[in-house]
């Protein structure tokens, strides 16, 4: 490589390269002419993972000589490669890139980054499977994960933390059943309700709009919309606005249309989130960008629809680069679910990016009932 910059013309330069590799390697040119040393049979992820490990954790896609290839296309030697990565942390490496490619590199940062990922999924499912039981028993379940009596079990089961005893049960070393018949019979035996933390349930609350998941102090019986124009889900901040005959309309704070509102301050109210259980229907709105091919948008919609999510709203768009840009509003009734319905999605062929979107609202007087959401009253 020392007489890269010895000759002048390029293509000079490159067939005196491919006439003077050696057998077991690639060179491999960066959009800016560095060269990168590979195994022979090297994809564009190992391409990605020798010039920086986060290149190779968002790589969604690849340029070779100016021509867009499949993640597993092999390189030649001589050849310019240009990563294509996301604009945000949405990518993810997928268990199936270990079926192509070499580098030693690549394949550990991979596995690496799988371990974590499955070590995040075990924890979310393992604490999501113990607050069904815990529901289905008729326990209080966000009092019980933030109490002493969580703590005693993860202590009894020689635990080192909470989420170490969460990623148990998701992997079914941990028996989410009889955890929860301990716990009551615990709280049976001398631990009352009383002494529950209720830092989970935003301290002293004395009234709580049980159907809506939304606690107003001192109004217990109002009735309660979410606004359609933010789409407010918990943990968003939220505030309130009282409608004469339409009960009250909770906002993200930080919408346009609340602004607007909160200039007549009588109208105000504080409002917020209860961690008791609710039958509030949330909707959330989901920006989903991906490598256009055949039958994606079915992909996506199924994915959705496993989640248990109900989709209300749907466009799609594609533009001359070949990029799908699709829009889904769904309906669900867990807000920690929104997470890992991203994350399932994240994981679909040719998906790069998938994040909730927030709409742009012009800050004009609209009344609350026009911007709310009708399936928060139902």
Partial sequence: IDWQGEVSDPSQFLEILKTDLEQDELFVFTPKGRVITLPVLSTPVDFAYAVHTEVG?????????????????????????????????????????????????????????????????????????LVERLRQAGLPAQKILSSQVLQDEVALLSFESVNEFFAAIGDQRVDAVATVERMSKRMRDGLQPDQLSMSSVGGNVSSVNQKNGVHIEG?????VRLSRCCTPVPPDEVTGFVTKGRGVTVHRADCANATALAEDSARVVDV?????????????????????????????????SDEHVNIVACTTHTGSDRVARMRFEFEFADPSHLQSVLRVIKRIDGVYDANRVLPVVASVSLDAEDIAHPSASR
């Avoid at 597993?72 to 270990?98: F, H, M, N, R």
């Fill in 57 to 129: 954790h968002s790589c969604m896609g690849a340029r070779v000589n100016g021509r867009l290839v499949p993640l597993d296309y092999k390189l030649a030697s001589g050849d310019t490669c240009e990563i294509l990565v996301s604009q945000g942390e949405t990518s993810e490496p997928t268990e199936d890139w270990l079926e192509f490619v070499v580098s030693p590199k690549a394949r550990s940062k991979i596995k690496q980054w799988l371990t974590r990922e499955r070590l995040e999924d075990l924890v979310e499912n393992g604490r999501d499977e």
């Fill in 219 to 223: 109004m217990p019986d109002v009735l």
């Fill in 272 to 304: 917020e989130w209860s961690s008791d259980g609710s039958s509030t229907m949330f909707i959330a709105a989901v920006e989903v960008k991906a490598l256009d091919r055949s039958r994606l948008l079915r992909d996506v919609a199924n994915a959705l």
